[in-house]
């Protein structure tokens, strides 16, 4: 296969950029035969492959598709990197011309330079001298460049410093060799390095690159190797993963770098790309406050700004203003910073102090009307990225948002806003809640006013939101200027994931196309946006013409497939137009298919496709399903591999709209779907397979039977359409399923609702089954645990007659939870009393249920039908014995309506075992009639007496009855008298004084009517006690 | 710890006008033991099986309304509303009560209105609760079968009363083959309303039934498994008490109106203030007489004579456990109770035709930090060699049950190694003492045996105090009697080169109320996590002391 032509494109996303390559290439083994192939992804992942020729081509064709492919991917928002955009300056319009320095400022640069006469020399001090002289090198004064040289090496160090600081900036060639006899004699290694820079300024290309050859052919072999290969990724790569790296002297190959890259562009890449992730620490920052001096003295705005932004989002080390430890001795700070291999650097005054620095330097240029402030800030401003922003907070009421904590940020952007800075003036905040304010708030707007160029290159490059929310606003006071902005530019910035920046654009295209409808390629640029304006623009056109619209299928496929739901609606509408034109439905399911293929690049693409797959799904059942039949199968199968599983699920529900058979599928792949741990995805596996010809499936019933029975709900709704379809047809699947559905009934439900689709299933599709027709099984469901057999139990338990079951069956459905099976037992028990009367023990069970409404049923039914005759002691006492409460008192009621006084002793030794209180006082009332007089009865009782007598502290009443009837008893005869005795003194130790009164009494009676009972009781004469006192 | 069993089916009633048949079904997890029988003591075995279940569900400890959602609201709106509200405080003050009025007037309508719902709620609620009452029990009882007597044993849920019913197999009429064991039995609410309906004129059948031992397939659906994850505190608990059982006890024998009277004294008031403890004055040939604090009443059990020789108080706290003996009275011909010392378990048997229960409470009901380190009951009391121990236990294992002089002949060791050979065994839960019988009886409390060396501290620092103690690194214990009752103890103990001061401060029921220590612990956490060791070390030396 030899490849003819290329193009790689890229698309920028907030927070990655998607790569697309297109191929156009000649098949292997024929010479006119062509392909058209992508490939896209985004850098790290695996890229998706699709060709455009399934079959290969002619060259012409091929050629067509390949434009088309890249016309395509150009609307979606793709474009060459390598091709020069519109975004070049040539296209801007220029920028009003820089005004002449004013008269201030050529007043204030005459005084300083009047400094410089001798005889005013003389008189200053050398404070003065120095400040002079950095003053100068400020505002570049050339004039000043002999008399600074004259004076080098005449004053103090910092004189040198600051002279040498001057000469380089003031950019005279004729200081060139001075400084490079300064660089080699100064006085220390400060003005040595800054003399170097100023000489690097000064020197010609020539001589720079002399230097820099210099230097590099000191570095280690392989480092030059390296360097010689002239391969940029390969000097980034090594500082991040190669061992050599760590053994390089790292502040001196940073500060050999910066020399190097004046004379060369690869180091100066690959110097930016190494301080953007170098730490802020000791051992490095010594270099890094080297460059920025340098990067300052330069006015390099690139290296100042990304060194400046790394000292704001680094945090200094805590502050040490008297000393550190080192070693474990803790030695003077001052002493220890200065060391070669110091362990302690940049600490939270040191950062302060260069922010701050940065600021100065700044606002010294634009005081001084300087246009270099307007490079040096965009320097700065570029650097800045909401990656490493803070974020927004409310503490003590004060509001901050994520830029709240950069210095420069707030002084250059905020400088006019509601904004309140803290004393040491790093942090920045509002006393209300923080709004957008629609006007400008950054310093010096004159200067920026200038300068639109510079804010339209803000816009194109910056990462910082904060940075395009100002550039939006500023550029949009400079009406003019936008209105000649030509359109390649405005398609560029309409695209920018920053929506401050895609209003302003959206903005200027809106007057620019007022009264006019824009074509379609237009729409889905505005579409591409990130704002509901724009969509609601591109709705409102498509509205008023949704038939000229729908021919575009790109922007058909595009609305589809929009993230917004309102948008997303419009496509219904021009997939609806678009029905009328012949081959255009095709063509959008073509796209749409496209669409899936890659919609895994989208940002929060997790999130956002499901919503959008389901709208398409509808557009796929609804006005597409035709052409959606057509699609190209193996395609489709191909995004049953897609990365989302939204997608995946998509696709398998369009396999059934499909044309093809659901038996086309492969078997490997409906088994991969039917195994996925997704559950929707395995519910679409189980639709696919739902749909299989009736023969296959009938001859899965155990496969069936584990969907029906599945955890997941959708699972199980895939599979009812099979149930439905097969269970009234098929006496084999139905015999094969139905004992397996119950079986789950019996079983505990694993989750939620699985109960209530078998029951639904049993009494829908199922019902003719002649086995569920059983009584024996009514029973068992009924009495199982589960409730979902319960449940099922009840709706099957109306086919049957009462008759076909027991009494005791009765009994239980008069027990059971639901409440329709109560009411069959009740009306089972209404219909047959004879039958009932005829097995009371098994009826009387319908007691034993925990419901009310059972209870009242069976209290009315029982008093209503049955007689004396019906009711056997036993029964009764069975009764009374119950452990509800109620049921008690029914057996007491029924005691007392139906014993005759023949039976009452039996029942009084049966009940008097009973051991509610209730009970005792129901047997006390029944004592009399009882036993009266009978010393056997009685003795038969005493466990009875015992018990109510032994009450703590309760059956008062109970208590009282027993104890006056044992007294009255034991005056009737001597045996009576022996077994009232006995109890009585068992009990006359008891604490209670009324009760031991009644004991003393009682055997104080006894004792007296029977003398020659032995040990009733035993009276002790009170002792009688002297007297204290003898009486007088 | 965890405890697994696995029973084949649930234990079932089978119950009709004239006769019960009650199958229990076995743990099928340890070795089968199995006992088939028909009851012929109906009424007492009643009442004594339900007063064990009285202990099985018996929770006396004070559960405080959980506030945690309401305070972590608070946390999250205090300081907004509380501004709010004082930045308005006067004016809302004039709009309050009309609204108040209106507000009242609103509540009542609106609560006439949600009378039925809120009466439907609530029933609905006291279903779903008593449909889930089997929740209520901890652990499931366990049951000894021997040849002579049938014992089942459970421990309450609130870590304090232990209960034990030994039958002798005269209970029983018609008792078929047995397999001697110990086994846990299924036990549910609904088998505990089946015992009350237990009568005399009815035939009732027990079965510990055999089933599952013959099921071979394990994945039989018949199997219930049980995991109960039961507190340590509580297994600890339970060999406390059992192991308490060993020791020395002053022994009284009390008619059953004296309990009655005991109960009577606690149902008819109500404690507010410590202490509450019962006085044991016991005076050799004297009537036991029982002073009920702090009312200072006293009772005479005027029927019981102290047989002891010599004179001893005890105090005894969590009297109202003795409640759960409430049912036994009618049916007890005597109670006899073992008193170990003040503040240390004590055990109280009903004497029942034929049956004994007996039921052992902890010398607290709390258990808390306040108590801790008063009583070390799971302390080594002697060195027992591996083979002396294990002789002795594979003797008891011959014979089920055996005396201390049977197991010394049976072995050829002497007495004393064969009683500490068995209180180490009673305090691995593997043997219980039958304070009835006098007898050492195998039990195997549970399935594997139990990690003794996690359960015999019941904290960290309790091990460090123990340790502290056994150093001597305490010196110069004080006690000091405070104005109010109570104690105040003092002392120094030795760490690391460091001496730390230590106080102490017991109220009247020896609770630790307050205390301060110089070291690290007790700086950082004051007392919100207990006591620290040194604190535990003072107060162990002086319940050794008291002990001693």
């Known amino acids: 296969m030899k490849l003819i032509r290329t193009t790689r494109l890229q698309r920028a996303q907030k927070n990655d950029t998607v790569h697309c390559e297109i191929d156009l290439c000649q098949a292997a083994g024929s010479t006119d035969r062509y392909l058209v192939n992508l490939r896209q992804g985004r850098r790290g992942t695996q890229w998706r492959e699709t060709t455009r020729t399934p079959q290969p081509v002619d060259l012409s064709t091929a050629e067509t598709l390949f434009a088309l492919a890249l016309a395509e991917r150009s609307a979606q928002g793709f474009s060459d990197p390598a091709e020069p955009t519109a975004a070049t300056p040539a296209a801007v319009p220029a920028p009003p011309a820089p005004p002449p320095l004013s008269k201030l400022r050529r007043d204030a640069d005459a005084a300083i330079l009047a400094r410089l006469e001798p005889a005013r020399w003389k008189a200053l001090g050398q404070h003065l001298r120095s400040r002079t002289a950095w003053r100068i090198g400020e505002r570049r004064l050339r004039a000043a460049v002999p008399v600074l040289v004259d004076q080098i090496e005449r004053g103090d160090a910092m004189q040198d410093y600051c002279i040498a600081w001057a000469l380089g900036r003031c950019g005279d060639a004729g200081a060139a060799v001075a400084m490079h006899e300064l660089h080699k004699r100064g006085r220390n290694d400060a003005i040595q390095r800054m003399a170097l820079q100023a000489w690097l300024m000064l020197a010609d290309e020539t001589a720079r690159k002399v230097h820099a050859d210099a230097l590099i052919a000191a570095w280690p072999a392989w480092l030059q190797e390296l360097w010689h290969g002239g391969l940029e990724d390969g000097l980034v790569q090594l500082t991040a993963a190669d061992p050599r790296w760590s053994a390089l002297p790292m502040p001196l190959w940073l500060e050999q770098l910066d020399q190097v890259a004046l004379a060369y562009p690869l180091a100066r890449r690959a110097l930016l790309a190494q301080l953007a992730w170098l730490p802020v620490q000791p051992g490095l920052f010594r270099a890094q406050r080297h460059l920025y001096k340098a990067a300052e003295m330069r006015g390099d705005a690139d290296l100042f700004g990304l060194l400046h932004h790394r000292f704001e989002t680094s945090h200094g080390a805590a502050n040490q203003s008297s000393g550190c430890h080192v070693n474990g001795r803790w030695v003077p700070f001052a002493k220890e910073v200065v060391k070669p291999n110091a362990t302690v650097a940049y600490s939270v005054r040191t950062r302060a102090y260069l922010l701050r620095r ?74 209300t809640p923080i709004a957008p304010q629609d006007k400008r708030e950054e310093a010096f707007p004159e200067l920026w006013d200038a300068r639109p160029d510079a804010l339209l290159s803000l816009m194109q490059t910056s990462r910082c939101e904060g940075v395009h929310v100002f ?61 509901p304006d724009a969509h609601q623009y591109v709705l409102e056109c498509i509205s008023q013409d ?64 499901p919503a959008i797959a389901a709208d398409l799904l509808w557009l796929l059942n609804h006005p597409l399903r035709a052409a959606a039949a057509d699609a190209p199968f193996a395609h489709l199968l191909h995004l049953l591999e897609h990365r989302l599983s939204s997608v995946r699920v998509l696709a398998a529900d369009w396999l059934l709209l499909h044309a093809q058979p659901a038996s086309a599928i492969p078997a490997h792949i409906l088994a991969a779907l039917l195994q996925s741990s997704d559950g929707a995805l395995r519910a679409a596996g189980v639709r696919l397979f739902s749909s299989l010809p009736d023969h296959l499936l009938a001859g899965q019933a155990q496969l ?139 009826a009387l069970r319908i007691f034993d249920s925990r419901f009310d409404d059972s209870i009242a049923f069976a209290e009315g039914y029982f008093q209503a039908h049955c007689s004396s005759a019906d009711w056997t002691p036993l029964l009764l006492v069975a009764l009374c014995d119950h452990l509800e409460p109620s049921v008690q008192r029914f057996g007491r009621a029924m005691i007392s309506t139906h014993v005759s006084l023949a039976d009452v002793t039996d029942f009084m030794f049966k009940l008097g075992q009973h051991p509610s209180a209730n009970m005792q006082l129901f047997v006390s009332a029944w004592l009399e009639s009882a036993c009266a007089g009978d010393a056997a009865k009685l003795q038969k009782l005493e466990s009875y007496f015992l018990s109510v007598l032994s009450q703590v502290n309760k059956g008062r009443a109970t208590k009282v009855r027993v104890q006056t009837f044992l007294h009255e008893q034991a005056l009737l005869s001597e045996d009576i008298g022996a077994i009232v005795a006995r109890i009585f003194a068992r009990q006359v130790v008891t604490v209670a004084i009324a009760d031991k009164a009644q004991y003393i009494e009682g055997l104080r009676a006894i004792q007296d009517r029977y003398p020659n009972l032995a040990d009733v009781m035993t009276i002790h004469p009170p002792r009688t006690l002297a007297p204290a006192r003898s009486a007088p | 710890m965890r405890f697994n069993y696995r029973y084949y089916g649930a234990s079932t009633v089978d119950n009709t006008a004239s006769s019960t048949e009650m199958r229990f079904a076995p743990d099928t997890l340890r070795p089968p033991t199995h006992f088939v029988a028909e009851l012929n003591k109906h009424i007492p075995f009643r009442e004594a099986i339900s007063a064990l279940h009285d202990v099985v569900v018996a929770d006396q400890r004070y559960h405080a309304p959980d506030k945690t959602a309401y305070k972590a609201w608070l946390a999250g709106n205090e300081e907004a509303n509380l501004a709010d509200f004082m930045a308005r405080r006067s004016s809302l003050r004039l709009q309050l009560p009309p609204l108040l009025d209106e507000m009242k007037a609103i509540q009542a309508q609106k609560s006439g209105l949600m009378k039925p719902f809120y009466a439907a709620r609530s029933k609905y609620y006291s279903y779903l609760y008593e449909s889930n009452r089997d929740l209520w029990i901890a652990l499931d009882p366990v049951i000894t079968v021997h040849p002579d007597r049938v014992f089942f044993e459970c421990f309450s849920q609130d870590e304090s009363s232990y209960a034990s019913l030994s039958c002798s197999h005269n209970v029983f009429d018609r008792v078929g083959d047995f397999a001697c064991g110990t086994t846990n039995i ?30 071979r397939t394990a994945d039989d659906p018949e199997f219930i498994e049980q995991k109960i994850d039961v507190p340590d505190t509580w297994v600890r608990g339970f060999l406390q008490v059992s192991s308490a059982m060993t020791m020395p006890a002053h022994r009284i024998d009390l008619h059953p109106m004296d309990i009655h009277n005991f109960c009577q004294q606690m149902r008819r008031k109500k404690e507010r203030v410590g202490p509450r403890s019962i006085r044991f004055v016991l005076r050799p040939g004297e009537p036991v007489r029982v002073i009920f604090e702090p009312w200072n009443e006293e009772l005479v059990c005027r029927r019981s004579i102290y047989q002891g020789n010599t004179a001893e108080e005890i105090r005894l706290w969590g009297r109202r456990r003795l409640l759960l003996l409430e049912r036994l009275i009618p049916v007890a011909d005597s109670f006899t109770v073992h008193l170990m010392g003040t503040g240390l378990p004590s055990f109280w048997i009903a004497n029942l035709p034929d049956m004994q229960l007996t039921l052992g409470l902890s010398g607290w009901t709390a258990n808390d930090w306040s108590r801790a380190g008063q009583f070390d009951l799971l302390a080594p009391r002697a060195e027992v060699d591996d083979d002396s121990k294990a002789a002795v236990f594979a003797a008891l294992g011959k014979r089920w049950f055996a005396s ?145």
């Not at chain 1, 009264?515 to 729409?523: C, K, N, Q, R």
């Not at chain 1, 063509?587 to 669409?595: E, K, S």
């Not at chain 1, 139990?793 to 239980?812: C, E, I």
Request: hydrophobic content about 45%.
């Open chain 2, 186 to 215: 299924d036990y549910s609410e609904a088998l505990y309303g089946e015992f009350q309906k237990i009568r005399d004129y009815k035939r009732t059948r027990l079965a510990i039934a055999p089933d599952g031992f013959n099921v």
């Open chain 1, 546 to 609: 949704p038939a000229a619209y729908c021919a575009d299928a790109l922007l058909v496929a595009a609305i589809a497939c929009s993230p917004e739901e309102n948008v997303r609606r419009h496509g219904r509408l021009l997939c609806q137009c678009a029905l009328t034109l012949p081959g255009q439905p095709g063509a959008i399911v073509l796209q749409l298919l496209d669409w899936l293929d890659n919609c895994g690049d989208l940002d929060d693409a997790e999130t956002r496709v």
């Open chain 1, 358 to 431: 940065s600021w100065r330097t700044l606002r010294h240029l634009a005081v001084a009307g300087d246009p270099d402030y307007i490079d040096l800030a965009m320097g700065m401003l570029k650097a800045m990225s909401d990656d490493s922003a803070g974020k927004s907070a409310q503490r003590g009421g004060r509001y901050y948002d994520p830029y709240s904590h950069w210095l420069l940020f707030n002084r250059m952007l905020r400088a006019n806003g509601a904004w309140t800075a803290t004393r040491s003036g790093l942090s920045w905040y509002q006393a």
């Open chain 2, 404 to 548: 201390a002089d049977q197991l010394a002949a049976d072995t050829g060791l002497s007495r004393m190694v064969v009683e500490s050979a068995l209180a180490l065994y009673t305090q691995a839960g593997r043997v219980i003492f039958d304070l009835t019988q006098r007898v050492y009886r195998l039990r195997e409390l549970a399935r594997d045996p139990l990690p003794m060396d996690a359960l015999r501290f019941s904290s960290a620092a309790e091990a460090q105090a123990s340790a502290m103690l056994a150093a001597g690194a305490l010196s110069g214990p004080k006690e000091e009697a405070l104005p109010g009752g109570g104690l105040r103890l003092t002392g120094t103990v030795k760490e690391n080169r460091k001496t730390l001061a230590v106080m102490l401060r017991l109220d009247v029921d020896l609770r630790i109320t307050d205390g301060s220590c110089q070291c690290n612990h007790f700086s950082q956490n004051r007392l919100r996590q207990g006591p620290c060791a040194h604190m535990l070390a003072l107060r162990m030396a002086q319940a050794r002391k008291a002990q001693a």
């Open chain 1, 471 to 531: 550039a939006a606003k500023a550029l949009r006071a400079n009406a003019a200027w936008c209105a000649q902005l030509p359109l390649a530019q405005l398609r560029t910035l309409l695209r920018s994931p920053y929506l401050p920046t895609a209003r302003f654009a959206f903005e200027l295209c809106r007057a620019r196309f007022a009264p006019g409808a824009p074509d379609a390629d237009w729409l889905m640029l505005l579409l591409q946006t990130a704002l």
């Open chain 1, 704 to 842: 069936i039977y584990a969907f029906a029975t599945n955890t997941d709900a959708g699972v199980r709704a895939a599979v009812d359409p099979v149930m439905r379809r097969l269970a009234p047809t098929d006496p084999d699947f139905r015999a094969a399923l139905l004992p397996l559905l119950l079986d789950a009934l019996f079983r505990g439900e694993s989750a939620e609702g699985v109960h209530a689709d078998v029951i639904g299933w049993l009494s829908g599709p199922f019902m003719d089954a002649p086995e569920l027709g059983e009584p024996a099984l009514a029973v068992r469901l009924l009495s199982a645990r589960s409730k979902g057999a319960n449940q099922m139990g009840a709706r099957l338990l109306p086919r049957h007659a009462s008759t076909d079951f027991s009494v005791t069956d009765w009994a239980a459905f008069g027990r059971n939870p639901v409440a329709t099976v109560r009411q069959w037992a009740f009306a089972a028990y209404g219909a047959n009393p004879d039958q009932v009367r005829a097995h009371m023990e098994a």
